[in-house]
């Protein structure tokens, strides 16, 4: 009776082993979805913000300011911001002739798991017809989002993604408004 009942013992354990590894991989995969999904809602908010503060300092310095982003050689994003020297908004050319001005060096956009860029799966486009990968991940001229003294802005948008999941923000011309619209695994949600 006594092997009989080290067999059951055997059988036990291993039972435990093998629902303690199945609730480590199920934790293990929730853990990255949630680490994700708050990087992915970290960059949100990082470039958000500033889209609306950029707006906030033309409108205070009473001129053209924009926000151009670059991406390095490693694969990274930075944004600077410039402001306009010569009454005809922020360009690309003033800038490499030093008419337009600096007035906050380059910053990097760093989230471990979320940047500038379009995700792998074929998500449809919010904002034209077809998929995210048809398109370039920031859609404002010269990579600038240029804001006027009336709060007025550059139209166009950028994504962000965790390689999964994307969030387009977008800036509306006329307004100067930023709306952000989130990809949910099926659907587009709009919402701050």
Known sequence: MRKHQQGQTLIELMAVVAIAGLITTVAAGLIGFTTRRSELRAATSEIR???VHVRAVAI???RNVAVRFKQ???GT???ALYEDGDGDGVRADDISRNVDLLIQPARELFHR????GIPAAPIPDPLASGTLGLRLPIRFSS????FSRQGEATNGSLVITDGTD???IRVHGTSGRVSVIRWDG???QTGA
């Not at 798991?113 to 500038?116: G, H, K, M, N, S």
């Open 60 to 62: 205070a310095h009473d």
């Open 77 to 79: 994003w930075t944004w």
């Open 166 to 168: 994307a969030v387009v």
């Open 49 to 51: 913000a500033l889209l």
């Open 72 to 74: 390095t050689s490693s």
């Open 143 to 146: 990579m600038m989002c240029s």
């Open 186 to 188: 099926h659907l587009w």
């Open 113 to 116: 798991r979320a940047t500038i």
